[in-house]
């Protein structure tokens, strides 16, 4: 089967940094995304690596190792607005669905 | 730029009833996709749209049913209500010729009870 595990909970705390990790089991997919989901909203797209390595977008980066079927979102200079939940996502490839794991809720404390 | 809008964005229903929900996609975006969440969990892929054809399906039983319209909106449907359908419904819509790296747009949602 193909499934996504994800720590179901974080804290830290606000200017520090946290790293949310992804293993994966899945067969082959396109590459691996993360959204963000605050309480009573929609998911919103955060970062996508298609290719194995680094990718960063301001204060949040996402790695993917596929060899390792890893991959994690760092927040660096964490801001109490971060406190929400985080999905990590892939679609298999020769499909159309996305398959998202079950989240890891931050809390980010004064 | 409108944004994916869903309605209504609360529904009570009871076991037995049928449900139909509503998706505007985002503004120049021709594939639409439904998911279903739970409290506490990621959302589940129920089916995806396109060309007014469903193209996949998740793991969901028959009593759940959609429409793509020409517009491109679309309707999720749900038969003989269980209790276990109460969730938080989202869409999302994205572009099908688009790059695999295409993020999908999600709508705030309908929330679903059934009592």
């Known amino acids: 089967g193909q499934s996504l595990e994800q720590p179901s909970e974080v804290t830290a705390v606000e200017g520090a940094i946290v790293q949310i990790n992804c293993t994966y089991q899945?067969?082959?997919?396109?590459?691996l995304s993360w959204y963000q989901q605050h309480d009573g909203g929609a998911p919103t797209f955060l970062s996508y690596n298609g290719l194995d390595g680094l990718e960063e977008t301001g204060r949040f980066s996402s790695f993917l190792s596929r060899s390792d079927s890893y991959g994690y979102l760092l927040l660096q200079e964490l801001q109490m607005k971060d406190s929400a939940s985080y999905f990590c996502?892939?679609?298999?490839?020769?499909?159309?669905?996305?398959?998202f794991g079950a989240g890891t809720r931050l809390f980010v404390k004064a | 730029d409108a944004g994916v809008t869903q309605s209504p964005t609360h529904l009570i229903k009871t076991r037995g009833q049928q449900v139909t929900l509503r998706c505007s996609p985002k503004s120049g975006h021709d594939t639409v996709s439904w998911y279903q969440q739970a409290l506490g969990q990621g959302p589940q892929f129920i089916f995806q749209?396109?060309?007014?054809?469903?193209?996949q399906r998740g793991n969901f039983p028959d009593r759940f049913s959609g429409h793509q319209f020409p517009n491109y909106s679309s309707e999720l449907n749900v038969n003989a209500l269980l209790l276990g359908d109460s969730a938080l419904y989202l869409c999302?819509?994205?572009?099908?010729?688009?790059?695999?790296?295409?993020?999908?747009?999600f709508g705030d949602g309908t929330r679903l009870s059934i009592l």
């Open positions: 999302a819509s994205s572009l099908a010729s688009g790059a695999s790296n295409q993020p999908q747009h």
């Open positions: 996502a892939v679609r298999p490839t020769g499909g159309f669905k996305t398959i």
């Open positions: 899945t067969s082959g997919f396109y590459g």
């Open positions: 749209y396109y060309e007014e054809e469903e193209r």
